[in-house]
């Protein structure tokens, strides 16, 4: 199994050779900033992640813990990680259709923005 994506603009492209979990909806003020909304997020192992075109690939640490990747020409909100990284979330938005993914629930809905509300039944946690 493997699935393939990119930013907007082709800068960064990328494959994932490997399990992709099922997508979390993520509404902490980080997400929302780097999205303008919230962050629709599927993790796969660091490993089974290959970077195929990094040509405008840039990170940015965004916490103490935490460092998100993005496309430096066109802006796209692409990965992000956490110490130790053996773990890589992939933005959902970024892969290539069809995914065959179901999002699965929504994180840090205590932090929430006050413009919409989360009417689709799926689990709802106040924090991670």
Known sequence: MSQSG??????????IKGPLGAPVACHCEQCARTSGAFAA?????TEDLTIQDSG??????SSETVRRGFCGRCGGNLFWTTEPEDQTYV???TLDRPTGLRLAQHIFVASKSDYYDLTDGLPQKPEW
């Open 56 to 61: 405008t690939l840039a990170w940015f640490q």
């Open 91 to 93: 933005t959902a938005g």
């Open 6 to 15: 990119g930013c907007l603009c082709g800068g960064v492209r990328y494959l």
């Open 41 to 45: 997020m599927a993790a796969c192992r």
